[in-house]
């Protein structure tokens, strides 16, 4: 399908209209890579691209809450219709099991939920469709960026240590694969005391930068721990609308941006499949 | 094997010289999961009790960090021996597999694992064999959960609701398998300012409390955010062994004494294998 795809792996088909295919990913979970992502979609859409989310934690699936929006997709034939919500099209399985009955499903039907997410649902013409992966580096994530044309994959840790451990297990696990990576992305970097305007480094501090470093990729940015970004997320909100603290989530999506350019210029010309 | 077990359910084979089993559970990652283990199983040898702490997050693991300690389990005849670190004996794939490279297992193979590191292990005499499951419903914790002689889960959450969405989850899965819950703990609940000493309640507040109330379940307690918290886990010193900072993480491990008690009590009379 492609002329350079590395050796053994299966092959990635494209994914019709979509042009660029981003994964965000973490090795810990709780560290803000959902908050990440719907941030990253509507600031891209901010920005004028075209936009897909599809929420691939179908575990703990929260893009729906931070999103704002709960409803069945409908279906036409046999392509499921996205929902749209702040100019971006989105698909989670909060959507189809909405109520707080856990999914304890199994690995292999789990495979199919979500290639049906990525090859099933009518995204239409992207510029952008931002995948946000379960934590971890278990065989869901494997499964998924085996089998999808993935352009690049940010990584999102915090500062701390504990976080730093698994996000260095994450960049393992995109290049075992020959998932290039676009950066690293450190979350709840700093907070700012509300009531003194001290800063607080609770997570610590810096660790995103030096991993980045360390491993030889890129680094994104630093985002604050600020408690208006867990009420944008917990009222559907996303801060990145916000005029001023908004800003460091649109810078992400610019570097975002600039660094998707790069990594497919490195990979040589794309076949794209159009009708 | 014992009489009073749920019809459908496999038999759950207790663990021979351990007296109970509790499971420290959450829906969603970096809540402190980890971080409530690690302090309640050291909390717990603090209080006299003869403790044992397995990490079954096998693609995170954490504990090794946390606990300060990373070596090789030696293994006499088919039988591994736990580490002793701080009075608690432990076990953890981080052992194991100590690097930076992900385990990018399928499901069955990490069901053996599991097994192994609860029955192929010599934990000896223990009161309590703390589990740190991974977060999330999956598979893994759910076939953990329906095989091991469980006494009790304990669900861990940040205030914030996105984590009390995915907490429901897992209060839902644990009573689909009939395991008791011990009640909820609500950590990260709030943070005094290093510098004005001022409240900031980051990730919400009262959630915790509010949700058990609604799922008629116990309410542990809340433990504070606190950076202290944060370095204890990245440094191998958890902080429940500080005098000061230490007391809610004490009073969880009091709780959670209780609680086991007491949920043992309603279970019925247990039957014990000894040689």
Chains 1, 2 share one sequence.
Not at 49 to 64: F, K
Not at 93 to 120: A, C, E, T, Y
Not at 238 to 263: D, Q, S, W
Request: with cysteine; glycine share 12%; proline share 8%.
């Amino acid at each position: 399908m492609s002329p350079n795809q590395p050796g053994q792996m299966p092959p990635k088909v494209p994914i019709q209209g979509v042009k660029n295919l981003i994964a965000v990913g973490s090795g810990k979970g709780g560290v803000g890579k959902t908050t990440v992502s719907v941030n990253l979609a509507v600031g891209l859409a901010q920005l004028g691209h075209r936009v897909g989310l599809m929420d691939a934690d179908v575990y703990g699936p929260n893009v729906p809450l931070m999103m704002g929006i709960n409803r069945t997709p409908m279906a036409y034939g046999e392509r499921i219709q996205p929902l749209d919500q702040l100019g971006v099209k989105l698909m989670s399985m909060g959507f189809l099991n909405p109520g707080d009955k856990p999914l304890v499903w199994r690995g292999p039907m789990l495979h199919s939920v979500i290639q049906q997410f990525l090859r099933g649902v009518d995204w239409g013409e992207l510029d952008y469709l931002i995948i946000d992966l379960p934590p971890g580096t278990g065989d869901v994530q494997l499964s998924l960026i085996q089998t999808a044309p993935i352009t690049g994959a940010i990584v999102v840790t915090t500062p701390s240590d504990v976080s730093l451990e698994d996000a260095r297990k994450a960049i393992h696990m995109f290049h075992q694969v020959r998932v290039p990576i676009l950066g690293i992305v450190e979350n709840m970097s700093f907070l700012n005391c509300p009531h003194c305007h001290e800063r607080i480094d609770v997570f610590s501090h810096g660790g995103g930068r030096r991993t980045a470093k360390e491993m030889q990729v890129h680094f994104l940015g630093e985002l604050p721990l600020d408690p208006q970004i867990r009420i944008g997320g917990d009222t559907g909100s996303p801060i990145v609308m916000r005029k001023a603290e908004g800003e460091p989530f649109l810078e992400l999506a610019r570097n975002a941006v600039a660094r998707t350019a790069e990594v497919a210029q490195q990979e040589g010309p794309k076949i794209e499949i159009s009708e």
